[in-house]
């Protein structure tokens, strides 16, 4: 017996999960999206000779389900520029440039004596781990305050526009929160793993897909087809007998569920014990800001970009160098920035008037070059839903609500607010949810 999947969400983890569905032979299959077009937060803006991506601009691969599924549906994607790895931190008035290698130990972000006692690693007392520790702590505690702090706040801005005193270590970096705990030392386990790789395995590295982020939107709902229904804002989803019902504009029964939207819009969905736990999601509003010109009126360094340090005091988290890395994404001869600015550190930036954000964020963005900038491109994009914020607690929150999706049959939940803000993530999470899918339907 076939049994009818409605993924209500066309963002990518919607489309993931819909395409591994496909992909796993499931024909009877519907996307809804309250957007006319799908993609979600992510879009690929075009204009004047400029591609500027409103979210997800770069994709670490090779990742273990990402890269199987961008083949399997036939996407294109390159690396950056070999040129542009080089990453910046913008500390004590001066860009500091940090390898992607274990040279970055060396690079002068922090003074000798906070590696010194970063060094002392391996004998710091290890916590039960059962605690729920910030980024923050777990860090200093086993760097130091200097390193650590440091590490703690780059880690939290450069991924989730976050405060690093609010964000659960184990949630949000869970690979070094064990590294520190099991393994022993962050710093000896993060170099045998790079050692490990250079033995075999591929070191995962920023890719583009080569239209854009919209190119692969486009391709995932092109596998889907007529299974993608734009315009379709769904009110409510409610059990009914074996199955579910979604109330929208039309009344629409299935089997399976997979609600793929920010928590927040599923606890209005979904209402009741479960709504009042999702709605506690907590998400930080973020501004992204493209700036292009003539290279002479906005001079990039060649790299990949800067995220500020908690020294700086701006409003701008980071800045990526994206013409550098992807040179065809602003015309010959001019360069394009995009600043994430805003986050947890600065929500009311989302609420400013777009000259505002741009004479502050242009100002700062002058101050890290330390050179005057006259942009003549300039896009704002606010994410005024906010990125998805794993504070301590998350791994609790996830737990209650597996609990009672227990008592919810062929209810999903996925999407960048449970299990990872990456799109790498959204893949892995989406081939979980599509197994279980099959594994009940089969
Ligand atoms: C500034 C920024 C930079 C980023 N950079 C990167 C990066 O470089 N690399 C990376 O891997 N990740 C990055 N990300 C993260 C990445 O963009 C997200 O993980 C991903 O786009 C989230 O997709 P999603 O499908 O989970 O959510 P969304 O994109 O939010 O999709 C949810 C969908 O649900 C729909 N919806 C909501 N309510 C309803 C309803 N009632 N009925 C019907 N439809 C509904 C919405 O319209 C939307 O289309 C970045 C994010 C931001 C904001």
Redesign the pocket.
Known sequence: MTERVVV?????????TASELMLAGVDDLLV????AS?????RTIRRDGYSL????????LPHSHLSALLERIGADVVPVEPSATMRYVYTRGRLVAVPTSPKALLAPLVPLTAKLRAAAEPFVRRKAESEDESLDAFLRRRLGDGLGGMLAWLGASGVF?GDPARLSARSTFPAIAALGEGGGSIVRGGLRRRLGRRTGATRPT?HIPVEG?TGLVETLAGVLGERFRGG????SVRRDGSGWVIE?PQTIRCDHVVV???PA??A??LGGDLGVILGKAQTAP?V?VGLGGPSHQVPLPQGFGVLTGPDAGLASLGVLFVSSYAPGRAPPGHALAKV?AGGARFPELVDWDDARIVERVGGEVARILGTDIDPSFVEI?R?R???PQYEIGHSAWLEEIDHLLGDRPGLHL????YR???????ASDAAATASRIVERTA
């Not at 209500?8 to 993931?16: C, S, T, V, W």
């Not at 809804?32 to 957007?35: E, L």
């Not at 996925?414 to 607010?417: F, I, L, S, V």
């Open positions: 209500i969400g066309g963002g990518l983890a919607g489309l993931f809804i999206d309250a957007s799908p993609g979600g937060v992510t991506e409103s979210a997800a601009g770069t994709l670490l526009a920023s982020m379709f804002a769904a009110d929208g793929a939207t920010a819009a599923a209005e969905l973020t992204v994430i994009i994410h839903a906010g990125i996925t999407g960048w607010g990872g803000v990456g799109v790498a993530h959204l």
